[in-house]
């Protein structure tokens, strides 16, 4: 088991990324983007600088957190799709160069304006993420499905339906606590309820590879796409955190936990924009609850 997080949520320079990173005793990042651009997004040049200073510092990349079939991708549209496609094959040799063999994926938005699991819509989508993770399949790769706001985060039921119609052993799930928190469970009749974290990932359990950590509590709905939450230090909020970690190690799970604090940053959201200070401050001490929760959890089973 080892840790790791989304550590532009410190700062936005590789260096203080990696700055907290080792303030925290830790030796890996999931890496999503760099000075404000993704990893995948990132000039030849800038790539080689990060690649160099993390090579200094004796840090590692462990996950690339890619935009890859988002939540801002429609299914439908083919430029979305390509755009995936392109990223992903540029991730691919800089992953290699990392010695990663995970990237973050996800299963394209949520449509609006039709029924998002029609059977028509679902063998476009299924057969758009099964293209992408062929890709990975043939690199040697891991494709990271995220329960996010996508088709397969709909429900464990969209998720498990995923992995049913994909089929490879190159797509795996990397769970992310806090999303079903402000996510609707698209699955049986109207009106549908927010999802709870410990029921869907007490569904999906079997084919989780990795974790994300974040908490909170729902609020309400925005003009948005992503409602509003108060985010929390970790088991503090709804997210089921101590007792999804607690049955994680109590059965075996040796992966790696990423916090993802949205504290002081929420990377989709280009109006939060705090003193730097407060969002490195806010990530390290994020880090250092989230190791005494795992510490606390630990010495239960002792």
């Not at 996510?183 to 009749?189: L, N």
Request: negative net charge; proline residues 4%; charged residues 25%.
């Amino acid at each position: 088991m080892y840790h790791t997080g989304f550590a532009d949520e410190a700062g936005d320079s590789i260096d203080v990324q990696i700055r907290a990173t080792q303030e925290l005793g830790w030796s890996n990042i999931e890496a999503r983007s760099v000075g404000g651009v993704n990893l995948t997004d990132l000039s030849d040049e800038k790539f080689d600088q990060v690649c160099e200073k993390l090579a200094v510092a004796d840090v590692r990349i462990n996950c690339l957190g890619s935009a890859i079939a988002n939540w801002s991708r429609d299914p439908r549209r083919e430029e979305d799709f390509q755009y995936s496609v392109e990223a992903l094959q540029r991730a691919i040799p800089r992953m290699y160069r990392l010695g990663t063999s995970m990237i973050r994926g996800m299963s394209f938005a949520v449509v609006q304006d039709e029924e998002p699991d029609s059977p028509e819509l679902e063998k476009i989508i299924f057969g758009k993420v099964r293209h992408l993770v062929r890709i990975c399949e043939e690199a040697g790769i891991l494709y990271l499905h995220e329960n996010c706001m996508n088709y397969g985060g709909m429900s464990h039921e969209h998720t498990l339906r995923l992995l049913d119609n994909v089929r490879s052993p190159s797509l795996r799930l990397v769970f992310d606590t806090g999303n079903p928190l402000f996510t609707y469970r698209r699955h049986g009749p109207k009106p549908y309820r927010k999802q709870s974290s410990w029921e869907f990932y007490a569904n999906v359990r079997e084919w989780i590879h990795y974790v994300h950590i974040k908490d909170g509590r729902y609020i309400r709905e925005s003009a948005g796409i992503f409602p509003e939450v108060e985010y929390t230090f970790p088991a503090e909020g709804d997210g089921d955190v101590e007792r999804i970690v607690r049955d994680l190690l109590q059965t075996g799970y040796d992966g790696g936990f990423s916090i993802e604090p949205h504290l002081a940053v929420v990377h989709h959201d280009s109006s939060a924009q705090p003193a730097n200070e407060v969002r490195y401050n806010n990530y390290v001490e994020y880090g250092r609850r989230f190791m005494r929760l795992v510490e606390a959890v630990t010495g239960d089973r002792a």
